[in-house]
């Protein structure tokens, strides 16, 4: 864990020294106005996806969860979608957070209804799989029929999640339901051990399997949603996160859910870093994607998982 | 072919327009030979006649429906269209390629040159004359040093020989855009006098909410309707018109 804590520190420290402007210490405009809202999205919304990924994989008993691959940050992405493009956002901007919440949650409702309870890997997969190809066809469609003529270009940009040049209004509008999302999720922790031991036991322990699918559901739109809303989907960091973190932390699924937090802060962190630094070391006419950055570092875990047949 | 044209006005089949860019320069300078215009006449986020546009009829350029309207001229601009033009052309339909002019010299010789296909060398003559009025004179050498960059939708920049470029030289500016995007944080970097940026629309797009960014609040911005930097044109000249003030 202090590792852990150490890792992110330094990432965000890295992180506030690297910009467009060069590395090193920016003028104070630039860190507060730039850097630091930069850093701290990338830290909350890692922590938010870190935390989703260990809570899903723990209640659904299933190593494939992840609120990326399985849709609903797609969902949340065309609950944004929505609310920004129609000029709502503009006149509240609470609105933006809300609709990416509202998205997350119809997903996470839709997806457990597709799924079951106990679903198999392939029922899982499939539900989210359906759900994810849903959410980005109305995605394309809401910013087909959405009245700015540059909205159907930014489509990439919200399949593929970044954080450049946001703000401090972004960081209030994300952070506070983020925590809110990501305390709902630490409070499972003992819910979701007794889930381990089976359903009945978990039950007569006082933690019904109905119960935490419902506030899993709750805390991953929480933590999820208002991610999306502000930077658009960030995949694979929910699922590669707990898979990295077991070989150090044990099985036991509740004790996965601290560190998820903090490794997923730290992950997202290093990726945006990564992404900014490489306009720094090869010329190239814009950053890649934070999106595209985690979906490289993603999609080798997801194979080595399902090589050891580990799910 | 001008000549016999100019001298016979027909009204019959009257003149398509397939590019946003004639569009304008049909509605200002022969209203009435209007047949169609293309749908983005009337957007008043990229078309500075949107108001005067929304009474006349529009046409997709598409062959096909161009055709039925039987005109007797179409106006394209010098992008695009290409394919249309050809079949339209193979109909025997007249068509003419307008340059879209990136410099004050060229929007001069613009304007002479469309009226008169239009057959409307006067009104062509006064649209000229009202905007060599509108151009600042600009005597003050030392405002060369001054430095400006006009930064669009998605950090966009306005490069040498571009349209954006002749307008920050005409009001005096050093235009320090390259063509390329700029990032919000190379852009506070640089320190430019002044940054002119799209006016905002009604509705939002991430590309748009950049210029809007609260780290843009120490540099002198200047918001114009981004219509008026879209064509060359009289517009361009308010544009000029406009920062040249500040």
Known sequence: ?311 | MLAMLAANPLAAGGVVSLNLCTDQWLVRLAPDRIAALTPLARDPSISAVAAGAAQFPMVRPDAEAVLRLKPDLVLVGAWGGLTTAAVLRARGVRVERIDDPQNFAGITATIAHIAEILGRPAQGLAINAAMQAALPQLRDASRQQVRAVIWQARGLTAGPGSLGDSVLRAAGYHNIGTGGTMSLEALITAQPDLVVVDEQPRFPSLATDLLRNPALQRLAVVALPPAWLTCGGPDAARAVARIARQ
């Open chain 1, 1 to 311: 864990m202090k590792r852990l804590g150490v890792l992110l520190a330094v990432a965000m420290v890295v992180s506030l020294a690297t910009g467009p402007a060069g590395f090193g210490m920016p003028d104070t405009w630039i860190f507060v106005q730039l850097r630091l809202p930069r850093t701290l999205l990338a830290a909350i919304i890692g922590a938010g996806l870190g935390i989703s990924g260990a809570a899903m994989q723990g209640v659904l008993r299933n190593g494939l969860a992840d609120p990326g691959l399985l849709g609903i940050s797609g969902c949340a992405a065309l609950g944004s979608v929505i609310v920004y493009y129609w000029g709502i956002s503009a006149y509240f901007a609470p609105a933006l957070p809300l609709g990416g919440m509202a998205g997350a949650m119809l997903g996470a409702f839709a997806l457990m209804h597709l799924a079951g309870r106990r679903p198999s890997v392939a029922s899982l997969i499939l539900g989210g799989l359906m759900l994810s190809s849903l959410a980005a066809a109305l995605l394309s469609l809401a910013l087909t029929l959405a009245p700015n003529p540059f909205a159907l270009a930014e489509i990439s940009l919200w399949l593929m999640g970044g954080l450049e040049d946001r703000s401090l209004l972004h960081v209030a509008l994300a952070v506070p339901p983020i925590l809110a999302g990501i305390a709902v999720l630490w409070r499972l922790a003992p819910g979701i051990d007794a889930l381990a031991l089976g359903e009945a036991t978990a039950a007569s322990l006082g933690f019904p399997a109905a119960k935490s699918l419902v506030l899993c559901g709750v805390g991953v739109a929480l933590a999820v949603g208002p991610g999306c809303a502000v930077a658009g989907g960030i995949g694979f960091v929910g699922l590669m996160v707990p898979h990295l973190l077991r070989p150090f932390f044990g099985a036991r699924p509740g004790a996965l859910l601290a560190p998820s937090c903090l490794l997923g802060a730290g992950l997202v962190v290093c990726a945006d870093v990564a992404a900014r630094g490489l306009p720094l070391l090869v010329p190239t006419a814009a950053e890649p994607r934070l999106g595209v950055i985690t979906a490289l570092l993603g999609a080798p875990v997801l194979i080595a998982i399902a090589r050891r047949g580990n799910l």
